[in-house]
């Protein structure tokens, strides 16, 4: 009984520390800045002016607010202000 314990346990263990080596070889995907598409409240960081992180823009599609997105759709973001822009908008 005591051993099919013990390789009950090391089996639980060898799981996880396999699942948590895959979960580190993941790599993060990549994403961009992208100016004028986030809604007031929800931009991720720096809407300009008087503001001063994440969650901050007083308005939608503030062109100095960014919003964290994937890579290469930046520019292709229509909002009723224009599309996405890499860099920030007046």
Known sequence: MTYM???????AIL????GAALAADKK???????YGVAKA?????KAGAGTTCAGTSKVNYD???FKEVPKGTCVTIKTPKGFGSLTPKA
């Open 63 to 65: 062109g100095k607010a």
């Open 5 to 11: 314990k013990t390789g009950i346990a090391a089996a």
């Open 15 to 18: 799981a996880l520390v396999s």
């Open 41 to 45: 409240g929800q931009n991720d960081c």
């Open 28 to 34: 993060p995907a990549e994403t961009e800045k992208c």
